[in-house]
């Protein structure tokens, strides 16, 4: 079953179950990815739909901080909430001991030796982990790695 079919799945179950916050949810990510496919004139991609659902996770965490910053815990549960409905659909993220393993392989491919070779090992490792890992999580590690060579 693929994501949008599992997404429509959920969305049936959650209105089953009565369970408003995963109703919501997943009605918002639903709407995006139509939104997306009109714009685009096509039905999308598998990855491209992960892509989406990574976009309304990074939304969400980016609504926590703000709210830590104002003191808004009800803000911050529903936000947190939302965010445990969505990863359910998003494949198991890496490690960091992985993530750095695909690191280090990139920097070798790559040949490279300092911080001006970044762009380089960061077009290797960033379709690998397409869904798997957080660009900025990537980027740090990239960065770390690069300033001890």
């Known amino acids: 079953m693929n994501v949008k079919d599992s ?3 959920a969305l049936k179950d959650a209105m089953k179950a009565e369970d408003d916050v995963a109703k919501r949810t997943l009605r918002m990510v639903r709407a995006a990815i139509k939104n997306a496919e009109i714009d685009g004139g096509r039905p999308l991609e ?3 739909v992960l892509r989406i659902l990574q976009k309304e996770v990074k939304s969400r965490r980016e609504t926590i901080a703000e709210a830590q910053k104002i003191g808004r815990s009800d803000i911050i549960e529903d936000a947190q ?3 445990a409905v969505l990863e359910r659909f998003l494949p198991q993220t890496l490690s960091s001991d992985g993530l750095e393993a695909i690191v280090r392989a990139a920097i070798t491919e790559a040949g490279a030796t300092s911080l001006a070779d970044m ?3 960061m077009r ?3 379709p690998k982990v397409q869904g798997q890992a957080d660009g900025r999580q990537v980027n740090e590690i990239v960065r770390h790695l690069l300033g001890k060579a």
Do not use: T
Request: without cysteine; hydrophobic residues 45%.
């Open 7 to 9: 997404l429509n799945q």
């Open 46 to 48: 598998e990855d491209e």
């Open 81 to 83: 909430a939302e965010i």
């Open 119 to 121: 762009g380089k090992v």
């Open 124 to 126: 290797l490792v960033m």
